[in-house]
């Protein structure tokens, strides 16, 4: 089983499932002309989903966050500017601007993966990058981001600020997100997947939330017709059912918390989580375990920190496999 890409490993509800390839088959007898390249009607679904009175011109979207980072990058990057991140963090995001000809400055965190405001600063003061890149909760550690060090980093640039939201949807019940910071900040960017949460990998949508003006940027770098008629049906379709879509958050959440207690009990720390996956650390050898849990059919993520690996919360039954798993190899290990 594959507990490595942090996917939603919970297939989409089989009643959803038949609702999108119904708007599908209907959007697939018109594929002989070019799709709506506003796709106003997937914006108009995406703002309501995200509510905070956010409307369709504050939307933008692309095949996966990842092409809406690159854009982000081919719009405000590129040679002789900069964006600053804080690794460990989302390694596409150094590769995407390495892609774009943009610079990368690596930030440093605080103890424990954490970023204070103050640090956040000083990094911004020091580097004055033209960009800077959070990720919250942060991949591949889980751990949150405060607003408190979003809107300073805010103050102190007068540069574009993202935050990578695309595990959002597993926070804390009622926890405001970086949405909730969009109001008078024209350049604060906040992207999203349908990836993760919505168990819509395979279909690639990506979007942002931001000022309209950001928008109007990246229809300046964006291909025509980036997003074809079927991607935009299907995340429609899927939007309309945004309740049973989410209902497996819930389920999933509960098997990182039990991730986050028997881990420990086992003799790896954990960080907190408020993702889809932990990252737990006292790992002697992680290839050494990485590897063992392969041969028991388990597939995890060794991401290069040291004495650390990375788990995707799976189904129930795929936790618990997992655990009893780590549990034989703990027992070699020690
Ligand atoms: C998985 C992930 C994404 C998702 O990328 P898509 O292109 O939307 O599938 C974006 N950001 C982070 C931090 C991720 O972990």
Redesign the pocket.
């Known amino acids: 089983m594959r507990l490595n ?2 996917e939603n490993t919970h297939p989409i509800p089989e009643a959803v499932a038949t609702d999108i390839v119904t708007a599908l088959a209907a959007a697939v007898l018109g594929v002989n002309r070019y799709p709506d390249r506003e796709f106003t009607e997937l914006r108009d679904s995406l703002a309501g989903y995200l509510g905070n009175s956010l409307t369709r011109d504050n939307i933008w979207a692309a ?7 690159q854009q982000i990058l081919q719009a405000f990057g590129g040679p002789g500017r900069s964006v600053l991140g804080f690794p460990p ?2 390694s ?1 995001h150094s590769i995407i601007a390495a892609g774009t000809g943009t610079r990368w400055i690596a930030g440093e965190r605080d103890a424990d993966y954490e970023l204070s405001p103050e640090t956040a600063v000083r990094w911004i003061e020091t580097a004055t990058p033209d960009l800077v890149f959070f ?1 919250s909760p ?2 591949p550690t889980g751990t949150p981001l405060s607003l408190e060090t979003i809107a300073a980093a805010y103050d102190a640039t007068d540069g574009i600020v993202v935050v ?1 939201e ?2 959002a949807e597993f926070a804390p019940e009622g926890v405001q997100t970086a949405l909730s910071l969009l109001e008078g900040r024209e350049r604060l960017i906040v ?1 999203r ?4 949460a919505f168990a819509f ?1 395979g279909a ?3 979007y942002l939330a931001a000022d309209p003006a950001v928008a109007d940027a990246l229809r300046l770098v964006r291909l025509p017709y980036h997003l074809s008629a079927l991607t935009q049906a299907a995340a429609i379709a899927a939007l309309a059912h945004s309740t049973e879509m989410l209902r497996m958050v819930d389920d999933i959440k509960g098997q990182r918390d039990r991730l986050l207690e028997e881990l420990p009990k086992l003799g790896y720390p954990v960080l907190p989580s408020w993702s889809n996956f932990v990252l737990f650390g006292g790992v002697a050898d992680p290839h050494a375990v990485f590897e063992a849990l392969l041969e028991q059919d388990v597939i995890i993520r060794d991401i290069g920190i040291p004495h650390h690996l990375r788990v995707t919360a799976g189904t129930r039954a795929e936790t618990s496999a997992f655990l009893s798993a780590l549990r034989t190899i703990s027992r070699i290990e020690s």
């Open positions: 890409v942090n095949n996966g966050s990842n092409e809406v980072l963090t989302y596409m990720c942060n991949n990578d695309a595990y992207s997947t349908m990836s993760k990998a690639r949508l990506g």
